[in-house]
């Protein structure tokens, strides 16, 4: 099915010019349009590539949409607000594309629309997530030590203690994605910073 936003962009003329220094105000003001109609449809694109995780398990018994739609399941059921648990929905939506990075690419996905602190527990989850193996696989399992002093630590500690390592059962009662596709839409209808605002933080 062609989504709406998807749809409305491609009723829209394209420009014509064929490098930016030749570009007028006008063209930039469709260009603002495609954009805009683009944007809009970015709740769809999270939420198709979330389905992306199905199937793999990485050797867990569940596979990477499942622990993702519990993690969310369990910070929903926590109380935790709607950020968060968008956060804890997408916090692993990196592992298809950024396996070695995976937290970091969740983090920029989340950044213009979460809170500093929200974007920082996506952005550190995988360090501090390491608490619990990386001692299995010969590692330090106390890196995240080295963000002791910082003030989003025990809120990151905290996430992966309650949603996050204990989110491949199986047989836990897990929320479906449809249950978070309005959560998903609303966090994501518009940036609170953005390069292109003025209010990135570098």
């Known amino acids: 099915m062609v989504r709406a936003a998807a749809a409305a962009e491609a009723a829209l003329p394209d420009t014509t010019f064929t490098q930016m220094l030749d570009a007028t105000r006008e063209d930039y003001q469709l260009i603002a349009k495609h954009s805009l109609a683009f944007f809009r449809g970015l709740p769809d694109r999270i939420l198709a590539h979330l389905e992306l995780l199905a199937g793999e398990t990485g050797g867990y018994a569940v596979d ?54 929200n974007h920082w527990i996506v952005k550190h989850h995988g360090i501090f997530q390491g608490y619990y193996f990386f001692h299995h696989l010969g590692l330090d399992r ?33 929320l479906p994605l449809e249950h978070f596709e309005p959560m998903v839409r609303n966090v994501l209808r518009a940036p609170k910073r953005s390069v292109y605002l003025g209010t990135d933080e570098g």
């Open 64 to 117: 990477r949409l499942t622990h993702s739609l519990q993690t969310a399941t369990r910070a929903e059921r926590a109380g935790e607000d709607e950020e968060y648990v968008v956060c804890a929905l997408l916090h692993d939506i990196g592992d298809t594309l950024a396996s070695a990075n995976h937290s970091e690419m969740a983090a920029v996905l989340v950044a213009p629309f979460v809170s500093d602190e």
């Open 142 to 174: 106390n890196l995240r030590d080295r963000y002791r002093e910082h003030p989003h630590f025990e809120a990151c500690a905290r996430f992966c203690a309650l949603y996050d390592q204990n989110s491949f059962d199986p047989r836990y009662d897990t």
